[in-house]
């Protein structure tokens, strides 16, 4: 069965620490991959994208990932966090680009 | 402004009691989308569409309909709706021209379902 999975359900960093939060995939080929945001009562907001080419994606708001085939995982990260990331990120994959599935979210909380 | 609306934003209904959530988006895309949202499960695909009088099944279809007759509309419609249908759900589109383009989702619809 295909599925996306992140393995951590909540995260606590303090302000200005580095961030890492970890997505793995299974589906055969390489599928489109994204990360999403979703700041509370809010809709999502695309972060990144990867669907070919450097495996090492910059997005918006100073976030980063890396694709690693070997380990069918796409992880999203951030030198140094501020108050403002504190949010719900989901990672999604599309097998063929129509069909969308995501993660069960990471709940990141930033103390000061 | 580009955007994508929902309506309403909160509704509570009664089991069994036919309802419709509109999904409206202003920049002529192809693409349409419909999400539930439930704690601790993410958002998995109800039903999605690749352009008018095309719709297909996401991952989660049972209990929904959608239809698709005009470009920028795609209700999400529920005909006997149940408590497991208590979610929220979002609306997204996109743009099918090029590369995969980023998926503009709309605010949300928080369904009660009695």
């Known amino acids: 069965a295909q599925s996306v999975t992140q393995p951590d359900i909540h995260i606590t960093v303090s302000e200005g620490a580095s961030l890492e939060l970890r997505c793995n995939y299974s589906?055969?080929?390489?599928?489109?991959l994204f990360w999403y945001v979703q700041s509370p009562g809010q809709g999502l907001q695309l972060l990144l994208k990867?669907?070919?080419?450097?495996?090492l994606v910059q997005g918006i708001k100073g976030f980063e990932a890396e694709f690693k085939r070997s380990q069918s995982s796409f992880n999203l990260r951030k030198p140094s966090v501020h108050w403002s990331d504190a949010a719900e990120y989901f990672c999604?994959?599309?097998?063929?680009?129509?069909?969308?599935?995501f993660g069960t979210g990471t709940s990141l909380t930033v103390i000061p | 402004e580009a955007q994508v609306t929902q309506n309403p934003r909160y509704l509570i209904t009664v089991t069994g009691k036919k309802l419709t959530v509109t999904c409206s988006q202003n920049?002529?895309?192809?693409?349409m989308s419909w999400y539930r949202q439930d704690p601790g499960l993410g958002l998995r695909q109800i039903y999605y569409?690749?352009?008018?009088?095309?719709?297909d099944k996401g991952d989660v279809p049972e209990g929904y309909k959608v239809s698709r007759k005009e470009k920028r509309n795609f209700p999400l419609i529920l005909e006997s709706p149940s408590p497991n249908q208590t979610s929220l759900y979002f609306c997204?589109?996109?743009?099918?021209?090029?590369?995969?383009?980023?998926?503009?989702f709309g605010p949300g619809t928080r369904l009660t379902v009695l």
């Open positions: 997204a589109s996109r743009n099918l021209a090029g590369s995969l383009n980023e998926q503009f």
């Open positions: 589906y055969g080929a390489t599928p489109y």
């Open positions: 990867y669907f070919s080419g450097d495996t």
């Open positions: 999604a994959v599309a097998p063929t680009g129509n069909q969308f599935y």
């Open positions: 920049m002529n895309h192809e693409y």
């Open positions: 569409s690749m352009n008018v009088e095309v719709t």
